[in-house]
């Protein structure tokens, strides 16, 4: 079965690090770009970035470079997403997804299989 | 920075069509995705290449780009199609993605 499963829920202060992963079962994790998802409560999606695993090619939506860091573990088939010093801003729902069985092999394609979510909360 | 503008709400009765609409300067170069977003669970994809619609999507949905704007479009809308829905597409450049504002639809 294809699936992405994401770490569990996460609870820490400004200014924190953090890395939640996502793994990967199911499809060939080199050929396929993962994604991320971020959704602030009550709001809509916004597209991060998305990482090739085959050789860590990293796109970032512009308002998110610099903030995050996308990166993978081939060994592991696992993506992760980084922080270096949590806001409370980052407060929200990060999805990993994959675009698998309808891939043009850009990294502008959309996405058929989800995670299910980790939910990050930054508060003091 | 590239948006996507979308009607924050679509409201419509069972069994009528719910059209809802996605505005973005690109789309006449980029594809299209939609996702249905139903609350506490992840967007699942609805349609994709502005015009295909997945393995499982009822054939009720349907997809279709003219010009700047794309449309997602229910025929015979059901209770179960009440969600968010999202549109996806890339700036002109081809360098990011964006996902629209969101639309709720709301069976009556």
């Known amino acids: 079965e294809v699936q992405l499963v994401q770490s569990g829920a996460e609870m820490k202060k400004p200014g924190e690090s953090l890395k939640i992963s996502c793994k990967a079962s199911g499809y060939s994790f080199i050929s396929n770009w993962i994604g991320w998802v971020r959704q602030m409560p009550g709001k809509g999606l916004e597209w991060m970035g998305v990482i090739y695993p085959g050789d860590s090619d990293t796109r970032y939506r512009p308002s998110f470079q610099g903030q995050v860091t996308l990166s993978v573990d081939k060994s592991l088939r696992t993506a992760y997403l980084q922080w270096s010093s949590l806001k409370a801003s980052d407060t929200a729902i990060y999805y990993c997804?994959?675009?698998?069985?309808?891939?043009?092999?850009?990294?502008?394609?959309?996405?058929?299989?989800w995670g299910q979510g980790t939910l990050v909360t930054v508060s003091s | 920075s590239y948006e996507l503008t979308q009607p924050p709400s679509v409201s419509v009765s069972p069994g009528q069509t719910a059209r809802i609409t996605c505005s973005g300067d690109?789309?006449?170069?980029?594809?299209t995705y939609w996702y249905q977003q139903k609350p506490g669970q992840a967007p699942v994809l609805v349609m994709y290449?502005?015009?295909a619609r997945p393995s499982g999507v009822p054939d009720r949905f349907s997809g279709s780009t003219s010009g700047t704007t794309a449309t997602l479009t229910v025929s015979g809308v059901q209770a179960e199609d009440e969600a968010d829905y999202y549109c996806q597409s890339a700036d002109r450049s081809g360098t990011y993605v964006v996902f629209g504002s969101g639309t709720k639809v709301t069976v009556l």
């Open positions: 997804a994959s675009p698998i069985d309808y891939s043009t092999s850009s990294s502008l394609d959309g996405f058929d299989i």
């Open positions: 690109a789309l006449p170069k980029q594809f």
């Open positions: 290449k502005d015009s």
